[in-house]
Each structure stands twice: as structure tokens, then as C-alpha cells.
Antibody, heavy 121, light 108 residues
Framework: EVQLLESGGDMVQPGGSLRLSCAAS????????MSWVRQAPGKGLEWVSS????????YYADSVKGRFTISRDNSKNTLYLQMDSLRAGDTAIYFC??????????????WGQGTLVTVSS | EIVLTQSPGTLSLSPGERATLSCRAS???????LAWYQQKPGQAPRLLIY???NRATGIPDRFSGSGSGTDFTLTISRLEPEDFAVYYC?????????FGPGTKVHVK
């Protein structure tokens, strides 16, 4: 069974940093691209970032480009999202999602339960 | 970036009725790379349909997807109590993935 377990969500002040992690199990992690998708309170889904199977190719939404960095450690079956220069508008539940294929810009077949990031002073 | 518009924003129906949800794209979606997700309160989204019309593993056949180009439809043939939720469409295969704003299907 595919399992994705996010961690690292917290309350942080504007301008601060946070690193999210997503521990994957139940599938061959290194065979699948991965993504982060967020959902602000009471709002819809917003794609944040995706990464290729090797980690060599990364993609970002314009809203986070230059501030967020996605990475993965295939030896640890873990996906990361480093978030810097956080803003109030980044407040959301962040979901880790497994791609339906090795292609990074793809639909997400499995999702974690999410971790809450709150940016507030 | 492809902008997706979903209609209606809210759908009020009774169990057993048919639900028809629309997703319209601002430009043609490459090779019908269009997915549908279901999300219930407090839960993660669940993939229903990919490639515009392919049901994901384990999805009941009362869910069906259709359409091409810029106009796509998710149909739930007979609503079950567990189908009342928010539904999102998503286009993929481009350099920037986008979701529609969602359609909420609630009990009439």
C-alpha cells in the first residue's frame, strides 16, 4: 500500500524558513516523480512544485519560484520542500503527491494527508 | 499557463440523481491530459479520472469522464451518499500544472 507521510509543518513568522519532509513507502520511490500541492484554508488546490525521478529536473509555480526548493533522497525514500522567505500567502496545508508516472508534470495518483504551514507574526 | 474554469460552483442534488460537472480550459489541453479529483472535508484529494476518461484504480464505474480540447465533463451516474464532496479538474503535461476552482456537490 502506498503511504506518504508529511512532516515539518509549523507556525513561522513572515520572512522565516521551514523544511517539509515526505516519507514514502509501499512503492519504488526512485521510479516515480513527486510533487507538492498546497491548499490555503477554505480554498482550492494549488500546484507548488514537482521533481523528476533522479532529482535532476525541478519545476515550480511562479508564486514560489526563487523561494522554495524541492529535492529528494532516493536512498531514504524521502521528498523535501525547503521554504524560504515565507509570506502570509504561503499559509496552507501542504500535500505530498506521487506522480502517476516517472514524468514530473503529471497527474498525482496518491496523496499524503498533508502538513499545515502557518505564516503569521 | 492554462486557466481552468469549473461550473457550476455548487451542485445541489439528491442521492440517486445524476451529476454533471464541467471543466473548461482557456486553451486546448495537450493530448487530453486532464484529471479529476474528489476531496472530502479534512481529507486529501483522491484521483478519480486521468487522461480525460480513464478511471483510476478502484474507482466505481458510476464515475465517468469525457471531453477533449477545451471542454471536459465528469459524470456521476447515480449519486451515492459518499459522493457528496468537492471535485477538482487538473490539466497536466505542461510546464505549469493548474487546477480548477472546484465544484461542490452537496445534498439537496
Amino acid at each position: 500500500e502506498v503511504q506518504l507521510l508529511e512532516s515539518g509543518g509549523d507556525m513561522v513568522q513572515p520572512g522565516g524558513s521551514l523544511r517539509l519532509s515526505c516519507a514514502a513507502s509501499g512503492f519504488i520511490f526512485s521510479n516515480y516523480a513527486m510533487s507538492w500541492v498546497r491548499q490555503a484554508p477554505g480554498k482550492g488546490l494549488e500546484w507548488v512544485s514537482s521533481i523528476s525521478v533522479s532529482g535532476g529536473n525541478t519545476y515550480y509555480a511562479d508564486s514560489v519560484k526563487g523561494r522554495f526548493t524541492i529535492s529528494r533522497d532516493n536512498s531514504k525514500n524521502t521528498l523535501y520542500l525547503q521554504m524560504d522567505s515565507l509570506r502570509a500567502g504561503d499559509t496552507a496545508i501542504y500535500f505530498c503527491a506521487k506522480s502517476g508516472s516517472s514524468f514530473p508534470l503529471w497527474y498525482s495518483h496518491h496523496w499524503g494527508q498533508g502538513t499545515l504551514v502557518t505564516v503569521s507574526s | 499557463e492554462i486557466v481552468l474554469t469549473q461550473s457550476p460552483g455548487t451542485l445541489s442534488l439528491s442521492p440517486g440523481e445524476r451529476a454533471t460537472l464541467s471543466c473548461r480550459a482557456s486553451q486546448s489541453v495537450t493530448t487530453n491530459y486532464l484529471a479529476w479529483y474528489q476531496q472530502k472535508p479534512g481529507q486529501a484529494p483522491r484521483l478519480l479520472i486521468y487522461g480525460a476518461s480513464n478511471r483510476a484504480t478502484g474507482i466505481p464505474d458510476r464515475f465517468s469522464g469525457s471531453g477533449s480540447g477545451t471542454d471536459f465533463t465528469l459524470t456521476i451516474s447515480r449519486l451515492e451518499p459518499e459522493d457528496f464532496a468537492v471535485y477538482y479538474c487538473q490539466q497536466y503535461g505542461t510546464s505549469s500544472l493548474t487546477f480548477g476552482p472546484g465544484t461542490k456537490v452537496h445534498v439537496k
